[in-house]
């Protein structure tokens, strides 16, 4: 199995900072990596997949990058709306797996 | 616009089985380039890919717990299901069913959407 590990755990951010969270894959997963955001109480909605893609209907100030085994999801200009969980989940191979989670919580 | 619903107990008694069905509106689970899966996360805790099904027959469990779980689905009602056997304690979790994609594309294996989850307790 792949093993996805996320940093940090969690961070304290304020209402327009920039927040960066990193993923790393046990293994090259090229860029088959996805972003998902869970709120308290609601399922994991996708962000970001083949690392840097943006889903349609995502705000501009979500962002991705990176290959191989380490990833980024950069939030720039951090919105109200954007308090919660971020996952990662490698798409290259089966069993389909995810990292521990990043809560963004406010400072 | 493609909707997942949960349904089945939200108590089960440890060594029975969980029993869960996903019924799917505003697309077809006979679909070629998607699977129907269910993915689990206990309490405060992170994300567990569980299986997947594709109309053809084909299913993909997590190693983790192949021994113990099933995926099927019924064409005819546009519905799939999850059984899991054995359960314990540690079997509690909210269960989400969900779309996912075939490996093809950039957006390969993306899971979505989601259904909103139900809550399975395991415990006498």
């Known amino acids: 199995d792949i093993q996805m590990t996320q940093s940090p755990s969690s961070v304290s951010a304020s209402v327009g900072d920039r927040v960066t969270i990193t993923c790393r894959a046990s293994?090259?997963?090229?860029?088959?990596l996805i972003w998902y955001q869970q709120k308290p109480g609601k399922a994991p909605q996708p962000l970001i997949y083949?690392?840097?893609h943006l889903q349609n209907g995502v705000p501009s100030r979500f962002s991705g990058s990176g290959s191989g085994t380490d990833f980024t999801l950069t939030i720039r200009g951090l919105q109200p709306e954007d308090f919660a969980t971020y996952y990662c989940?490698?798409?290259?191979?089966?069993?389909?797996?995810f990292g521990g989670g990043t809560k963004v919580e406010t400072k | 616009q493609l909707q997942l619903q949960e349904s089945g107990p939200g108590l089960v008694k440890p060594s029975e089985t969980l029993s869960l069905t996903c019924t799917v509106s505003?697309?077809?689970?006979?679909?070629?380039?998607?699977?129907w899966g269910w993915v689990r996360q206990p309490p405060g805790k992170g994300l567990e890919w569980i299986g997947s099904?594709?109309?053809?027959?084909?299913?993909y469990y997590n190693p983790s717990l192949k021994s113990r779980v099933s995926i099927s689905g019924d064409t005819s009602k546009n519905q799939f299901s999850l059984k899991l056997i054995s359960v314990t304690a540690a079997d509690t979790a909210v269960y989400y069913c969900?779309?996912?994609?075939?490996?093809?594309?950039?957006?390969?294996?993306?899971?979505?959407?989601w259904g909103q989850g139900t809550l399975v307790t395991v415990s006498s």
């Open positions: 969900a779309r996912i994609k075939d490996s093809s594309g950039w957006d390969g294996r993306r899971i979505d959407p």
């Open positions: 505003g697309d077809s689970i006979s679909s070629d380039f998607y699977y």
């Open positions: 099904w594709h109309y053809s027959g084909s299913t």
């Open positions: 293994q090259d997963i090229s860029t088959w």
């Open positions: 083949a690392a840097s």
């Open positions: 989940q490698q798409a290259n191979s089966l069993p389909l797996t």
